[in-house]
Nanobody
Framework: QVQLVESGGGLVQPGGSLRLSCAAS????????MSWYRQAPGKERELVAT????????NYADSVKGRFTISRDNAKSTVYLQMNSLKPEDTAEYYC??????????????WGQGTQVTVSS
């Protein structure tokens, strides 16, 4: 059974930091790229960051470049999102995504249940 379980969300003041985690199981984690998405109320889900299967490359949305860092530990089947200098506009539900690939045995993308991040004073 494919599972992605996010944790680490919460309420933080502007300028603060949070670290999100996503624990994966049920597929070959090291065989696929992983991403974080977010969705704010009334807005479409947007891609925040993506990391390659081996962790050697990462891409970020312009809105989070220089503030967020995506990383992964393939030995622990976990992907992380370190969020620094948080702004109120970062408030959203954050979702972990595993991209389908032959190497991972995923026949379709997998999604976590989401974790809420609220940035407010």
């Amino acid at each position: 059974q494919v599972q992605l379980v996010e944790s680490g969300g919460g309420l933080v003041q502007p300028g603060g930091s949070l670290r999100l985690s996503c624990a994966a199981s049920g597929f070959i984690f090291s065989g696929c790229a992983m991403s974080w998405y977010r969705q704010a109320p009334g807005k479409e889900r947007e891609l925040v960051a993506t990391i390659s299967a081996a962790g050697g490359s990462a891409n970020y949305a312009d809105s989070v470049k220089g503030r967020f860092t995506i990383s992964r530990d393939n030995a622990k089947s976990t992907v992380y999102l370190q969020m620094n200098s948080l702004k109120p506009e970062d408030t959203a539900e954050y979702y972990c995504n595993a991209q389908k690939s032959i190497a991972s045995t995923l026949s379709r993308d997998a999604w976590g249940q989401g974790t809420q991040v609220t940035v407010s004073s």
